[in-house]
């Protein structure tokens, strides 16, 4: 059962791992973390910033990856990456 509502989304979205910057979809999104397409594999427990528009800019860990998609799980709690999200918050609990 998860944590929080998930919201589907198609937004433009960036990676920075390490020295790399990657673009990559954002297609869901929640308070604990969003799942994004990417055209490289990542490693599980890998660390990254995800940036969605200029709303969010956050620190994730990679817990999933498979078929081209990753799933990221934000490091910071889940009221701070509310308040960061401003309108794109809109239903997620």
């Known amino acids: 059962m998860r944590q929080h509502n998930r919201r589907t989304v198609l937004l433009p ?7 790399y910057r990657f673009d990559c979809t954002a297609y869901d ?6 799942r994004v397409k990417v055209d490289l594999p990542l490693d599980e427990g ?9 709303k969010l800019k956050k ?8 078929d081209g998609f990753v799933g990221l799980r934000f ?3 889940p009221e701070a990456v509310r308040n960061t ?9």
């Open 46 to 54: 890998a660390s990254v910033y995800v940036q969605l528009k200029s």
């Open 75 to 77: 490091d910071d709690e």
């Open 13 to 19: 979205a960036r990676l920075d791992v390490g020295s």
């Open 59 to 66: 620190a994730a860990r990679v817990i999933w990856s498979a």
């Open 85 to 93: 999200l401003g309108s794109l918050a809109t239903g997620l609990s």
């Open 29 to 34: 999104l929640s308070l604990s973390g969003v």
